[in-house]
């Protein structure tokens, strides 16, 4: 069970997890990877162009006759052997985005939370009291005891909810970003990546709550 901790790092409580995240999944990974193949190639812009022989300007002439000159036979300058000649099979604009249905979708982002729950990898950070952290320093001593242990700890992800941005997100990112091995997101944009990127996790109560009841939601 995680452990629900404050601000200075001091635990409360530990906090029940459902079946959800307690059942062996351990037969997802084909779902993980294909969830994963997916969230990393859609950001691909896809605009890498080569031209082919047809479109490289110039070589319309033959650059000699076919016989006799003692040379191998070229019809163009722009053949692709020739430098500045077209290119071979080379790439085009595409698209590299696949589908993966949302059912799938859904069973990969609980199957890499599962694991992570299932390895005591989750810690919840309770800030119903309010956020008080003002500086770097304070939030790595947060996260890792001291700001010199943040430079060669395990990376973490800092997860908070959505109706939270105000002000705990926003102090979070504005603390957070000169943390290296922190990430940061909110529990609306957590996916199957960060989940498996990161070797742990740190939830706000309010963000657990709202990931908890939305993937229970939709298994039901």
Do not use: C
């Not at 985005?97 to 992570?116: F, P």
């Not at 990161?198 to 939709?218: N, P, Q, V």
């Amino acid at each position: 069970m995680p452990q629900v901790i404050d601000l200075t790092g001091k635990a409360q409580r530990e906090e029940a997890v459902p079946e959800l995240f307690t059942a062996d999944r351990s037969d997802k990974i084909d779902v993980m990877f294909r969830a994963t193949h997916r969230e990393l190639a859609s950001p691909r812009a896809g605009t890498a162009s080569t031209l082919r022989r047809d479109e490289v300007r110039g070589g319309g002439k033959k650059p000699w006759r076919q016989k006799g000159t003692g040379r191998a036979r070229h019809g163009s300058i722009r053949s692709p052997q020739w430098r500045h000649g077209g290119v071979v099979f080379g790439p085009k604009p595409r698209s590299y985005q696949t589908d993966l249905n949302k059912k799938e979708r859904r069973l990969a982002l609980i199957a890499a939370l599962s694991d992570r729950f299932q390895s005591d990898a989750v810690t919840l950070l309770d800030v119903s009291g309010g956020f008080n952290l003002k500086k770097t320093r304070e939030l790595a001593a947060l996260l890792y005891g001291s700001p010199n242990a943040s430079k060669k700890a395990p990376a973490m992800l800092l997860v908070y909810g959505q109706n939270e941005y105000r002000p705990v997100g926003e102090a979070l990112h504005l603390i957070g970003r000169n943390l290296q091995r922190v990430g940061i997101t909110h529990a609306g944009a957590i996916d199957v990546k960060d989940v498996l990127r990161f070797g742990r996790l740190i939830l706000t109560t309010s963000a657990y709550d709202e990931i908890r009841d939305r993937l229970a939601k939709h298994e039901s």
